[in-house]
């Protein structure tokens, strides 16, 4: 189990895989975020059809992403402690701050603000609890006239401009918070919460592309052809830089071979070359970018292209989940001696095991599902019409 | 020892007395404890650590530390002066039970390692709520009520002296024997140690001998470089020490 | 005026976010225990709760109150710095109640090799034997008076 020296106290692993999880879902948020801001900020009308999808998508993810730490923590009762006195130096605490920012002033209100419309004509054209969720959503206000709806608009813009550094500092915050631990030479680099953002935003432009086609798929529409090769060419650009900044890492580590590097180097042959060098780089990073480059380079029929991003996709979040399992457990196999290695036991059905990350997994698919249902983002449905009656707010 | 029912008999109330005041030295307590009159450090002495694993025991038996889990260990390091950057290391259970014999062919000895009670802690920077941190008289504590088991500090920590305790679900480490150093007791280590490798120090008490053995030896800190403001300072320690 | 009316749906939200901002004050003003920052960003009382913990090993100057003769031995011998409980064990239950709590028998066949047995990285001049080449099974206080080891000075009576 022990190769070599560890400490006594560094043999068990201290961060499982429900924290291998925690920067992937958060990663999944920031990217989906990015690529709705691309159309609200910065016009990209071609990728409009998947807006709302994205949202939605990130707030399913959100709303998911403190749950592998809750499980993880040895009282999680106490959680609440990183609100009431938050320890200033700390990366961690700052972090629990800027998600609730995230969540509560930008995503959550960016959503409402899109979805308002909506929201005030379903709460008059429902029934039963269906109508309960909507009034209450409504704040009270049923005021959808022009003007109120321009300045929603606004308002929108506004909150999507802030919520871009907003969400890079979500995960690059998550990034500085292994990358500012100078006691692990794998993790300590101020290139880290650049490297988690970048491959944040190729992760949740990914999910989007899936998510958009599957639910395309199901919903027996066409999926618009300009909007995913418009999200594919994105993903392209986000990836190289992505690949770029790793392999920078990489030759400077090689180049620079500083006395944690032997032990590194060894490590990623050994423990973690199926992990890092297979399903990371392989796999999960020159494979989708091939066949992204294919579809650049050389004229390709819709099907075979639809049939590409699908498995560029799905390759590029295997590659970047594998990307946040070799930072994390990576990091905890070697020994702080620079003399050995350890083994990383994962259990099954156990408090941090595997399944529980699995069911953690599945969960924002499932809270995505009743979010479409009760806020349908698909762009090919037929806009909700007004009643005749002027609505005035107060009902 | 041979005493008499009537020496018993005078020595059992003043010892008893004496025992009391000892142990009402709380800070709060006892008028006498100062935290601001101490900044508390430790010596150890790689010249004369033999391995024996008397400070393992006594501290597991003093503080409770459950098993399989360190807050001091020992290990022996075999350097070979034809690769003096990669000594081989082995702390078999920390070295409670001591150390079976090897015969390698370099340069052999051992290294006591415990919590370096850093003056700048790069594990209570990280604590995300203020369950881990430095008291007045330097020695770097954790709050089992409040840590959330959250094992940042554990990660943070250079030298590996943190676990998660199994039991309290919080992370732990070496105290410094806080709760005897406070009484006017050394730690249990030093206490147990029989050739006197290990010594608490009191860098601000002006009659401490560390202030002269600091002044006549040559000492470090383990990674120096990682500037921790570590106080345990080792006499004889060897480049090669990890 | 109209102005007002149209945006009051964004004046509600930002009553939401005041009510939830005054509960966050109100939680912590309930829920921050009293002693945190004291000293700094900590609990203040964790420091006296640690400080409380039980003592287990007493320390030599408490067994030097009752047993000093004993000391007055050791302090001649080689075993001057080794304290009472590194060989006896922890003892502050002893002290507490010295006729209550006997202090267990000692067997120095498991006692001595502890520290003497060779290991290989023992300082070259600490007295260090194997014990079966050295004593061959024979007890060692058969020679050596524990207190003070050494045959020429401490001879067992």
């Given at each position: 189990m022990v190769q070599g020296y560890m400490y006594p106290n560094e043999i068990e692993l201290a961060w499982s895989i429900l924290i291998v999880l925690y920067p992937f879902i958060t990663g999944l948020v920031a990217g989906a975020f990015i690529l709705a801001s691309l159309e609200r900020v910065f016009r990209v009308e071609a990728v409009k059809p998947t807006y709302r999808l994205a949202l939605l998508t990130a707030l399913a993810f959100l709303l998911v992403a403190p749950m592998p730490l809750q499980l993880h923590l040895g009282h999680p009762e106490r959680s609440f402690e990183m609100y009431l006195t938050?320890?200033?130096?700390s990366a961690m605490a700052m972090f629990g701050f800027v998600y609730l920012w995230y969540l509560l002033a930008v995503l959550l209100l960016e959503i409402w603000l899109d979805y308002r419309r909506d929201i005030v004509l379903l709460s008059q054209q429902t029934t039963g609890w269906r109508r309960l969720i909507y009034r209450v959503l409504t704040l009270g206000s049923s005021n959808i006239s022009e003007n109120a709806l321009y300045i929603d608009e606004r308002a929108g813009y506004i909150i999507t401009v802030i919520g871009i550094p907003s969400a890079f500092l979500l995960h690059g915050y998550v990034g500085f918070i292994f990358g500012?631990?100078?006691?692990?030479p794998w993790w300590s680099s101020p290139m880290m919460p650049v490297v988690f953002l970048f491959s944040a935003m190729v992760s949740g432009i990914a999910v989007v592309l899936l998510l958009y086609m599957f639910s395309s798929w199901y919903r027996k529409q066409t999926v618009d052809m300009r909007c995913v090769d418009t999200i594919a060419r994105y993903m392209f650009y986000t990836f190289i830089i992505d690949f770029s900044l790793e392999m920078l890492d990489l030759v400077h580590r090689i180049y620079e071979a500083d006395e944690s590097f032997r032990s590194l180097d060894f490590m990623v042959h050994t423990k973690l070359y199926f992990s890092?060098?297979?399903?990371?780089?392989?796999?999960?990073t020159l494979t989708p970018l091939a066949l992204l480059a294919l579809t650049q380079l050389f004229k390709i029929g819709e099907k075979a292209r639809k049939r590409i991003y699908s498995v560029a996709g799905s390759l590029t979040l295997i590659g970047i989940f594998a990307m946040r399992w070799n930072v994390v457990i990576g990091g905890q196999l070697f020994s702080k001696s620079f003399l050995g290695y350890t083994t990383y036991k994962i259990g099954f059905v156990a408090k941090e095991g595997l399944l529980p990350a699995i069911a953690l997994m599945l969960l924002p698919l499932a809270i995505l599902w009743v979010l479409v249902k009760l806020l349908p983002p698909w762009p090919d449905r037929k806009p909700l019409a007004r009643e005749d009656r002027v609505l005035v707010h107060g009902d | 020892m041979n005493l008499t029912r009537r020496q018993l008999l005078l020595l059992l109330p003043a010892a008893a007395v004496a025992w009391e005041s000892v142990l009402a030295g709380t800070p709060e307590a006892s008028p006498n404890y100062k935290m601001t009159e101490h900044w508390w450090g430790m010596l150890i002495d790689i010249s004369k650590c033999i391995g024996c694993g008397n400070c393992v025991r006594a501290c597991a038996t003093e503080n409770d530390v459950p098993e399989g889990y360190f807050r001091t260990w020992v290990e022996r390091y075999d350097v070979s002066d034809d690769d003096l950057v990669n000594p081989a290391v082995d702390s078999p259970d920390g070295g409670k039970e001591g150390f079976p014999l090897i015969q390698r062919g370099g340069k052999n000895f051992f290294v006591p390692k415990m919590c370096n009670h850093c003056a700048d802690s790069p594990c209570t920077q990280v604590c995300p709520v203020g369950a881990t941190f430095i008291t007045p008289d330097g020695v770097v504590l954790v709050d089992k009520k409040y840590c959330l088991g959250c094992r940042y500090c554990i990660q943070a920590c250079p030298y590996g002296c943190r676990f998660l305790n199994p039991k309290t679900n919080t992370a732990e480490k070496c105290t410094l024997c806080y709760h005897r150093i406070t009484k006017g007791l050394t730690t249990a280590c030093c206490e147990n140690c029989p050739t006197g490798a290990r010594q608490l120090a009191d860098l601000k008490n002006p009659k401490d001998p560390i202030h002269a053995f600091l002044r006549t030896h040559d000492v470090q800190v383990l990674k120096p470089y990682l500037a921790t403001g570590a106080k345990v300072f080792y006499n004889d320690l060897d480049g090669s020490v990890r | 005026m109209s102005r007002f009316k149209d945006a009051e749906h964004l004046l509600r939200l930002a009553a939401v976010f005041a009510l939830g901002a005054v509960v966050l004050v109100v939680a912590r003003a309930i829920l921050v225990?009293?002693?945190?920052?004291?000293?700094?960003?900590?609990?203040?009382?964790a420091i006296a709760e640690i400080a409380a913990q039980p003592v287990k090993f007493a320390g030599h100057q408490a067994c030097e109150a009752c047993h000093a003769d004993v000391a007055t031995v050791k302090s001649k011998g080689m075993h001057v710095s080794v304290n009472c409980e590194a060989c006896h064990g922890a003892l502050a239950s002893h002290a507490d109640d010295p006729t209550g709590v006997q202090p267990p028998k000692l067997d120095t066949a498991v006692l001595c090799v502890r520290c003497h047995e060779v290991n290989g990285a023992q300082p070259k001049d600490f007295p260090q034997i194997v014990a079966k080449d050295h004593s061959a099974g024979v007890s060692c206080e058969t020679c050596h008076q524990p207190h003070s080891p050494l045959i020429e000075t401490g001879a067992k009576q």
């Open positions: 938050p320890h200033r130096t500012s631990v100078k006691a692990n890092q060098i297979v399903l990371q780089i392989y796999i999960g | - | 225990p009293k002693s945190f920052g004291e000293y700094g960003h900590y609990r203040g009382n």
